[in-house]
């Protein structure tokens, strides 16, 4: 277990009052939530900071680069600076939040899309209704009714999208057509 490490409160303040950024960069006064986690900790310029838990570090890495905006990370994210800090633990601690982690994209996130088209509602309510996946066997349990509700996904995707991808085709057919027929 990694040793505990202080926050330095001048450097949270710092970071508080500047945006949070998408993606990696150089030490220049910008950064992305975990370069801010290893600023205010006192760790080296990296978006790996050896105090935070690895599963921890991933989740807000993948969260602060795919929110759209500044502002949604730092009203989504901020809050969370100091309390990241010091999260490195135990392997088995690790283990346990990688569970939670795949619980909550399975039961939450995955049924909250599902949910906005009437076919796959019935998808949702089967992850819904899975016992929390704690480990391996859970995984294991889950992935037949996640492979179903996948499968249905991307049909229902695909049946919805043909006939803008038709258009798109026969539009870029055109557009072939006219720029061989292009003549300076």
Same mark, same amino acid.
């Given at each position: 277990?990694?040793?505990?490490?202080?926050?330095?409160?001048?450097?949270?303040?710092?970071?508080?009052?500047?945006?949070?950024?998408?993606?990696?960069?150089?030490?220049?006064?910008?950064?992305?939530?975990?370069?801010?986690?290893?600023?205010?900790?006192? $760790?080296?310029?990296?978006? +790996?900071?050896?105090?935070?838990?690895?599963? &921890?570090? @991933?989740?807000?890495? =993948?969260?602060? #680069? !795919?929110?759209?905006?500044?502002?949604?990370?730092?009203?989504?994210?901020?809050?969370?600076?100091?309390?990241?800090?010091?999260?490195?633990?135990?392997?088995?601690?690790?283990?346990?939040?990688?569970?939670?982690?795949?619980?909550?994209?399975?039961?939450?996130?995955?049924?909250?899309?599902?949910?906005?088209?009437?076919?796959?509602?019935?998808?949702?309510?089967?992850?819904?209704?899975?016992? $929390?996946?704690?480990?391996? +066997?859970?995984?294991?349990?889950?992935?037949? &009714?996640? @492979?179903?509700?996948? =499968?249905?996904? #991307? !049909?229902?995707?695909?049946?919805?999208?043909?006939?803008?991808?038709?258009?798109?085709?026969?539009?870029?057919?055109?557009?072939?057509?006219?720029?061989?027929?292009?003549?300076?």
């Amino acid at each position: 277990m990694e040793q505990s490490q202080l926050i330095d409160e001048a450097r949270l303040a710092e970071v508080l009052r500047k945006p949070l950024l998408k993606g990696y960069h150089t030490p220049d006064g910008k950064m992305c939530v975990m370069e801010a986690a290893a600023y205010i900790s006192g $760790e080296r310029w990296s978006d +790996a900071p050896e105090c935070v838990c690895p599963v &921890i570090r @991933s989740f807000m890495i =993948s969260w602060n #680069d !795919s929110l759209p905006a500044d502002e949604d990370r730092g009203r989504l994210l901020k809050p969370f600076l100091a309390q990241v800090v010091n999260t490195k633990s135990t392997s088995e601690a690790e283990e346990r939040r990688s569970y939670m982690a795949i619980d909550w994209l399975i039961r939450v996130h995955t049924t909250r899309f599902l949910d906005l088209t009437d076919d796959l509602k019935v998808h949702a309510k089967a992850l819904r209704d899975l016992d $929390e996946i704690t480990d391996l +066997a859970g995984v294991v349990a889950a992935g037949e &009714i996640t @492979s179903a509700a996948l =499968s249905a996904a #991307d !049909s229902a995707a695909r049946s919805a999208l043909q006939p803008t991808v038709e258009w798109l085709q026969k539009s870029a057919s055109d557009l072939l057509e006219r720029m061989i027929n292009c003549s300076v």
